[in-house]
Each structure stands twice: as C-alpha cells, then as structure tokens.
C-alpha cells in the first residue's frame, strides 16, 4: 500500500484531502486529457505558447504525486496526431518542451523509480526528440514503479489500426492468435497494463478526443474547470476522491442487501 507521507506538508489544504482517500481503492490509472493551456495565455494576454510552458509545472507535480498515491500508471496526453495542425510556431515550442522535459526529467524519473513510455506513432518526430525518447526509455527500462506514459503524436483510432496491422503481420509470419478483446489488448501500446480506471480532463470540455478509445471502456470521467497549467496535486486528489465515490457496477447491477459491495449479474469481475 502507497505511504501518503510525502502527498501534502503537513497542516496544508492538501494534508485534508489526502486524510479522506480510501488507501485500498486508489485507482490504478490515471490518464489524463491536458487541456486549456491556450485559454490560460490568452487570460494573461500572453502568447498560447507560454501556456504550455507553464503546463510543464503542473506535468511535473502531477507526475510526483501520481507515484506518491501509488499509482500504478500514470498517462498524459501530451501531443494528438490531430495536433499538427496547429500553426508551425506552436509545434515547435510544443516539441522543444517535450524534448527538454524529457532529458532534465530523467534523472528524477529514474531516482524516483518511475518507468517512462510513450505511446503513439513517436518515431515520426524530430529525431532530436526521438534521440532524448529512446535514451530515456532505456535510463528508465529497470525502474519498478509507476510507469508513467506520455501520448505523443497519439491517436486512438490510429492505435486500434497499428494493433490490426500487427496482428495480420504477426499472422503472415505465423504466429496465429484468436482476434478476441484479450489479443487486442495486448497489441495495443498499453500491452501489460491495466486499463485507466480515471480519465481526467481539464477546462471543462465533455470530449474524449480521440484518447485511448479502446482503453477507457469502463473508465470512470472526471471533468474540472481549472486549466491545465493551474492543474495540482490538490486537483488531482479531488479527483480520487469523485472517483471513489463513485458507484462502478461494469454494467451489472449491486445486490440491494449489500450496498456497495458484491457486483450481482456483471459479466467481470
Ligand atoms: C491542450 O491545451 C494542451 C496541449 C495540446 C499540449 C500539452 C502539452 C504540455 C502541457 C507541454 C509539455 C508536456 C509534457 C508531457 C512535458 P490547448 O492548447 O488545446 O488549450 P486551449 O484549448 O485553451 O487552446
């Protein structure tokens, strides 16, 4: 079980929240629609740019208390292949953040324990990017803890076709498996992990975005207004909080004689 003595200071707004979490029923991923970062710059009437900027704060505190509640997963939906149509500007201070977030935070990740991934078409970027990447995928390969994902150049119908074009590949080359959601699932750039049991998204928007389709089947939605470069620790213990108290039934029904327990009729578990 995750030891919450390092979640919030001691006396802070924080310490009461963390206080209020179910030790036993903190999800096991989180992912996470980063959103409004434009609208924040625009409030400061400043460039959309310096809102991603100020974006790589909230990514940072975020990604720390996400190993500190014990999360198993963590995933952040940095980049959309939908994204590249954003003015060129804009692109390139979004990958240049990318990038020296990924080679500052390394270290961190890796003192941390935390196993870095990334999922989407990411070798298509700037090899500059792909270089700092694959270094920090193999700094972090032996790491124990948290995995923490970041969609880059991401989309989830493009993922439902990669994982279809590798299975006829895998087919043509002989190696046969049945086409049944367990296969799936394991061709999938989350392969091995469990799906999001919490999708976040900020600024208020009622979208999913084309983010992990297939994964968030039974994910529980949490919107909040604050934008993302605002977005802490404190937002997303609020958001553990909504989530565990909520009702998750899977699409079966709870036995009346015992609330909130037993699932009665449910095709899981
Ligand atoms: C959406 O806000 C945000 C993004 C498209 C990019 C998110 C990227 C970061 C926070 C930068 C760094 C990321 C990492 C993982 C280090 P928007 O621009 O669509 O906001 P708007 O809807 O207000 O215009």
């Given at each position: 079980m995750a030891d919450f003595s390092k979640l919030a200071d001691p006396?802070?707004?924080e310490e009461l929240l963390v206080r209020r979490i179910d030790r036993e029923r903190v999800p096991r991923h989180v992912a996470i629609i980063m959103d409004g970062n434009g609208r924040w710059a625009k409030a400061r009437s400043m460039p959309r740019v310096e809102g991603h900027r100020a974006g790589v704060a909230a990514v940072r505190d975020t990604v720390e208390?996400?190993?500190?509640?014990?999360?198993?997963?963590?995933?952040?939906?940095?980049?959309?292949v939908e994204n590249w149509k954003?003015?060129?500007?804009?692109?390139?201070?979004?990958?240049?953040?990318?990038?020296?977030?990924?080679?500052?935070?390394?270290?961190?990740?890796?003192?941390?324990?935390?196993?870095?991934?990334?999922?989407?078409?990411?070798?298509?970027?700037?090899?500059?990017?792909?270089?700092?990447?694959?270094?920090?995928?193999?700094?972090?390969?032996?790491?124990?803890?948290?995995?923490?994902?970041?969609?880059?150049?991401?989309?989830?119908?493009?993922?439902?076709?990669?994982?279809?074009?590798?299975?006829?590949?895998?087919?043509?080359?002989?190696?046969?498996?049945?086409?049944?959601?367990?296969?799936?699932?394991?061709?999938?750039?989350?392969?091995?992990?469990?799906?999001?049991?919490?999708?976040?998204?900020t600024s208020g928007e009622l979208r999913v975005s084309n983010f992990l389709l297939w994964q968030i089947a039974y994910a529980e939605i949490w919107v909040t207004q604050t934008l993302w470069p605002d977005f802490r620790r404190k937002d997303l213990i609020e958001a553990v909080l909504a989530f565990q108290s909520r009702e998750r039934r899977y699409g079966g029904v709870l036995q009346p004689e015992s609330p909130g327990m037993e699932l009665f009729s449910s095709s899981r578990s």
């Open positions: 006396g802070s707004p208390a996400s190993a500190q509640l014990g999360l198993e997963v963590l995933t952040l939906y940095a980049f959309s954003r003015p060129r500007f804009e692109i390139w201070t979004l990958m240049n953040l990318l990038k020296e977030y990924v080679r500052k935070e390394r270290r961190n990740l890796v003192n941390n324990d935390i196993r870095f991934n990334v999922l989407g078409r990411w070798r298509e970027l700037d090899p500059l990017v792909v270089r700092e990447i694959e270094q920090t995928l193999e700094e972090t390969a032996h790491c124990k803890g948290m995995h923490f994902n970041v969609a880059l150049n991401y989309s989830g119908r493009c993922e439902i076709v990669d994982a279809c074009r590798r299975i006829v590949a895998d087919w043509a080359a002989g190696k046969r498996a049945d086409i049944d959601e367990e296969t799936l699932g394991r061709y999938l750039y989350t392969s091995g992990q469990p799906d999001p049991d919490l999708l976040i998204r």
